[in-house]
């Protein structure tokens, strides 16, 4: 039994960092191969007693929706305007239709907050909230899944706040 019992922990360990791996390699082809689309923020209390300093991120595309009437998951197509700002242009259930210059952002319905994307906190160093209190927009890498990763927030000249 006990020859079974390490056999069984080791092909635990293998799944389970093969899963690791997967999630690491699914997030680096995100940032590699996402196009890079600008979200405009709405504002929101950048401050948490318990977890330091981090913002909570609100998107104007996931405002003025009526949860009533979407899908609990789904896809929110944007498409980019003349200053490469995303706009929302519809929700979705499936993947398609898409048009030209058109980008899925896969989202899911909360009850009291609308629509959320999922990168909806940003972390960053004790004592820098002065200089992201200034984000105007989350920069959100996405692939034609509709995965998305958020990368960084930025300024009203569009250019990421370090």
Known sequence: ???????IILVNLIILL????????????ILSDGQLVLLEL???????????????LRYAISQNTSNDSISKRGYCVVKLDANG??????????KTPIHTNEFL????????RGITIGAESYFFQEGD????????YGGV????KG???LVGLYNEQKQQIE
């Open 105 to 112: 952002i896969r989202y899911n319905s909360k009850s009291t």
């Open 141 to 144: 890498m996405v692939d034609n």
């Open 42 to 56: 709405a504002p929101v209390d950048p401050r948490s007693l318990m977890q330091g300093d981090y913002m909570t």
């Open 147 to 149: 995965n998305n990763l």
């Open 129 to 136: 909230a002065s200089k992201f209190e200034k984000a105007k």
């Open 85 to 94: 700002i995303a706009k929302k242009v519809r929700l979705q259930d499936g």
């Open 1 to 7: 039994m006990k020859k079974y019992k390490w056999i």
């Open 18 to 29: 093969g899963f690791l791996n997967y999630s690491i390699l699914k997030k680096e082809t």
